[in-house]
């Protein structure tokens, strides 16, 4: 099928949100199906809540908060989704901003429509939700950035260059303006869908018929 007949989807995505992940995998594992064009923006949910005067829906209902880590297991297990835990200064010290920075460099040098692209973000989303839960993680530290270039299949040198591209000015701007448009859009969890409106896709049934037994 041509590209061009594809319909096209920006998916926005932060890092340090176990719902992007959710999305990403389901979107990837359906993309043929569906007939998508996957655009994957970076975007820092922090800076989106705090543009739109939002908060964490966490935050909003506290009883939210307090069943976060039990409800993304229970989608983890629903959609297959390979998360173990969260890092244990999630919601508190866990800055995404330089994975975003990186994420936006790749994008750049890739294409926001490129399978390079859909393997970092995997990567990162892998590095931070699928290792050792109940654990401090900064996910700002080089040797971890590095880590997950390395993952996503880039070379050491690439990945280097990303991380290096990451700190300067036009990809700081182009982050920064991403999150502005992913504001306009008012996301609230992390991740956000943009179709054109006559087409229609609905995730959940889709992933209610996968996990139902065969008649």
């Known amino acids: 099928m041509e590209k061009d007949d594809r319909i096209e989807m920006l998916v926005c995505l932060d890092s340090a949100s176990p719902y992007s992940f959710f999305a990403l995998v389901v979107l990837l594992r359906y993309q043929e199906r569906w007939n998508l064009n996957l655009k994957l923006l970076p975007v820092l949910l922090g800076a989106v809540h705090a543009a739109t005067g939002n908060k964490p829906p966490s935050i ?17 297990r629903f959609m297959d989704v390979p998360i173990r835990g969260v890092p244990a200064n999630f919601g508190t010290t866990l800055n995404s901003l330089q994975c975003q920075r990186v994420l936006t460099a790749i994008a750049e040098s890739k294409g926001y429509d490129s399978k390079e692209l859909a393997a970092a973000f995997l990567a990162f989303f892998r590095g931070i939700f699928g290792g050792e839960p109940n654990r401090d993680l900064n996910i700002s530290d080089s040797k971890f950035l590095l880590k997950c270039c390395m993952a996503a299949g ?62």
């Open 60 to 76: 909003m209902v506290p009883a939210k908060g307090q069943w976060l880590v039990e409800d993304m297991q229970r989608n983890a």
């Open 154 to 215: 880039f070379t050491e040198a690439e990945s280097e260059q990303y991380i290096s591209s990451s700190k300067d000015e036009i990809i700081k701007l182009r982050l920064k303006s991403d999150i502005h448009a992913a504001g306009e859009h008012s996301i609230s969890s992390g991740e956000r869908y943009v179709w054109r409106p006559n087409d229609i896709c609905n995730p959940e049934r889709e992933e209610s018929a996968r996990s139902a037994p065969a008649s």
